[in-house]
């Protein structure tokens, strides 16, 4: 059979050339489709994973804050302990490069103790520049080249409103040390990232490493308990593991939508297959005749079938690459700002998408060619021999199949509604049933949609009419068609309400006319303060009628990092949140009172309610909240609470306003207003946006974050439109005789050219 195999291959596949061409473009658009996405993916947490290997690679634990930050005197005992052999003190901050449009990654490190860093110039850190020169700091050489900066230049960095000159000292190729380190990672001397820019007394963090033989679990035991509750040791790996958790619902709504495209795509593998082995079947009757076994007729099958998902995969793999690295851009700005988490800078292929993408495209496509290999290789030779009418066998099974379809979208209803509803990933297993139920009932509806079209001549009810004459072929055209159209609708609709929703937020919500913050506020929520004098200036003039000032600040509740907004409370708060539930009349004085609200997002993930209590631990022990409403908001997955700015400063102390809002007097313009703080403050480091280029500056992350589902929903319906011309092919070939004896009695091409297209038309 392998000399067989070998001799009749090439011949087969020239024979049938655009069958097994649309077979292998549908599986190397799925392969493409998966792996694209998983590419993102995995990058998306190497990048994490690398900047944390490239700063704390040798440390065998970490300690993190609840909060932002904690005093520097955790250091001294968490080098206390009996099984630290050594602590490395650290502070990191995102300032904004001026005028360079990036962002840089400082991490301020103590260059007393050995860094392990390859700095050059600086004798490996030991040298006393890092400490003597002003500003002194290392960069990677890939943000040098990108910018052109060199040994010695200056850098000008913002972190709220304050401005800082960096002098670049050295350069830390950091890709050396951890190969997906961010190229905007920069380290400084840590006194002189504390005093530049105003956080003497504090750390983000210290990295321990453990004596020999210490065990891991006691140490962090042990300083959880002197440590206090305002601190968090874990593990690199735990600290990963919290990426991913950030990441998991993002990669998995990707992952799902991916997952549509191939199974579109095994639509076109069984296609082709059942045409090929139809057209075949007097070959095997002729095989199995001639003394050849079931299992060896199986296997010549599965073997060319293979070869498809190979040529698929050969395919499938740059093209996978190529659409991750066209949406590379989109993807990583919405995981920063979303999750901030760093940016994906490169992409890598890892042995383990290699091996997924040849699971998806080999493995799919055998999976897909089974049952047809199956039946064809397990009928007896005499059937084979015989003529074979496909069609009636699928129309008899056209019932069964559905009542089959109904019964399975029954079965998983029932499961989702009494049992999955709770589990996250439970809604795509029902939308996965919709579809595969969608799949079995469209040969019985194709069936009776087509046998009530009258025919009264040679048009387009003559082709949707004879649609059911060759159900083996055109109802898994329909089939793959309609499941592409459905993820089509379904994701427009969802987007599409999504974008609904947020502009009502919007206008519900943003009210203010001017909005003043700073450019890191996004990055670094609790050190990117506003300049007091600025805002005592704005609130006296005579444009602004009101001023309403916010703190930000972060703690952990549930183990994620949550935003805790500290606001002015001279201004009603239901005018200014959206309520999903509380007493809008009475929220005001709750909150004034020291309660708090907190976002939908919040009040979802951790399961609290009007009325219970919001817990969270800082460096003083914990903080106990009672939850006065609940409010809309799409600005943070993790979540948020609103607190009055007193109960702020008496929970994590005295701290600067980052961000203000101004109402303005009736009849004044905004946009007016808006260049005159322009002109007013050149010097300070602040964004001013008005009402309306706020609202547009949302509406366009939006679209940008959900601008890869548009390339998931064109790859699906591009495979369901090869499909639908690989139905037609089918037909064309399976009534050559037909078409000649049409030509024999006068029809023109033309005619027969319209046909075809009536009936593409019909099943679209």
Do not use: C
Not at 138 to 162: F, K, N, Y
Not at 288 to 299: I, M, T
């Amino acid at each position: 059979m392998r000399r067989y195999l070998r001799a009749t291959l090439r011949d087969r596949l020239r024979s049938g050339r655009s069958l097994h061409l649309l077979a292998v473009m549908g599986v190397a658009l799925g392969v493409a489709a998966v792996l694209s996405i998983q590419i993102i993916n995995d990058n998306a947490l190497a990048a994490f994973r690398g900047s944390v290997a490239a700063i704390s690679g040798t440390a065998d634990l970490t300690v993190t804050g609840t909060t932002r930050a904690f005093p520097d005197s955790t250091y001294l005992g968490a080098l206390a302990d009996p099984d630290v052999e050594m602590a490395w003190p650290i502070h990191r901050l995102t300032v904004a490069m001026e005028g360079r449009g990036a962002f840089l990654e400082l991490t301020g490190v103590d260059f007393f103790l050995p860094t392990g860093l390859p700095l050059d110039g600086t004798g490996g850190g030991t040298g006393s520049a890092p400490l003597t020169t002003p500003g002194w700091v290392a960069i990677t050489p890939a943000l040098a080249r990108e910018h052109g900066l060199r040994q010695g230049d200056e850098i000008e960095v913002t972190s709220g409103s304050r401005r800082v000159t960096l002098r670049v000292g050295s350069l830390v190729d950091l890709q050396r040390v951890s190969p997906g380190a961010s190229r905007s990672l920069a380290v400084m001397d840590i006194a002189q990232l504390q005093d530049r820019f105003g956080l003497g007394g504090s750390l983000s963090q210290i990295d321990l490493r453990l004596r020999d033989g210490a065990e891991p679990a006691d140490v962090v035991r042990r300083l959880g308990t002197a440590l206090g509750p305002g601190v968090v040791v874990q593990t690199p790996g735990e600290r990963t593991d919290d990426a991913a958790s950030l990441l998991e619902a993002f990669r998995l709504n990707l992952t799902a939508l991916s997952m549509i495209s191939v199974f579109v795509g095994l639509f076109l593998v069984y296609g082709s297959t059942r045409a090929s082995l139809v057209r075949r079947r007097r070959e095997f009757g002729v095989l199995r005749s001639l003394g050849a076994s079931a299992n060896q007729v199986l296997a010549l099958v599965l073997v060319e079938v293979a070869l498809i998902g190979l040529l698929g995969v050969a395919v499938g793999l740059p093209l996978g690459y190529a659409i991750a690295s066209l949406n590379l851009e989109a993807v990583s700005s919405t995981i920063s700002n979303l999750y901030l988490l760093n940016e994906i800078e490169q992409l890598r292929l890892t042995p383990g998408l290699y091996g997924l993408a040849a699971l998806v495209g080999v493995g799919g496509a055998l999976a897909s060619a089974l049952p047809s290999a199956l039946e064809v290789s397990r009928s007896h030779p005499t059937a084979l021999l015989a003529p074979f009418t496909l069609h009636a066998r699928v129309r008899t099974l056209a019932g069964p199949m559905l009542a089959g379809g109904l019964l399975l979208l029954l079965g998983t209803a029932v499961w989702y509604r009494w049992l999955g509803m709770a589990w996250r990933p439970a809604g795509f297993v029902l939308a996965a049933a919709l579809l595969v139920a969608l799949s079995l009932a469209t040969p019985r509806l194709l069936d009776l949609a087509t046998r009530s079209v009258r025919v009264t001549g040679w048009g387009f009810g003559y082709s949707v009419r004879t649609l059911a004459a060759r159900l083996q072929s055109t109802a898994v055209a329909v089939a793959a068609l309609a499941v592409a159209v459905a993820l089509l609708v379904g994701i427009t609709v969802m987007v599409g309400s999504f974008r609904q929703t947020l502009e009502s937020w919007l206008n519900g919500t943003v009210r203010a006319d001017v909005y003043v913050t700073t450019s890191t506020w996004s990055r670094s929520v609790d050190v990117a303060p506003l300049d007091a004098s600025l805002i005592a200036t704005i609130g006296e003039w005579p444009e602004v009628a009101a001023l309403d000032r916010l703190r930000g600040a972060s703690v952990t509740v549930g183990g994620r990092r949550i935003v805790l907004a500290g606001v002015d409370l001279s201004l009603p708060l239901a005018e200014r949140f959206a309520l999903l539930a509380g007493d809008a009349r009475t929220v005001g004085t709750t909150v004034r009172n020291g309660a708090t609200m907190i976002s939908e997002p919040l009040a979802r993930r951790v399961g609290l309610g009007v009325g219970d209590t919001l817990r969270f631990a800082t460096t003083g022990g914990e903080v106990r909240l009672p939850v006065a409403a609940i409010y809309h908001d799409y600005g943070n997955e993790s979540g948020a609470a609103v607190v009055g700015l007193a109960t702020l400063a008496r929970t994590l102390g005295a701290g600067p306003i980052s961000n203000i809002a101004l109402y303005l007097v009736p009849g004044a313009d905004p946009e007016a207003v808006v260049d005159r703080l322009r002109t007013a403050f050149p010097d300070l480091p602040v964004v001013v946006r008005s009402n309306r280029t706020l609202r547009t500056e949302v509406m366009r992350i939006f679209d940008q974050t959900f601008a890869i589902t548009r390339v998931l929903q064109a790859m699906a319906l591009l495979i369901a439109v090869a499909g639908i011309t690989l139905a037609l092919i089918v037909l064309a070939r399976e009534r050559l005789g037909e078409l000649a004896l049409h030509r024999a009695l006068g029809a023109t091409r033309g005619q027969l050219f319209w046909i075809f297209a009536g009936k593409g038309w019909a099943m679209a």
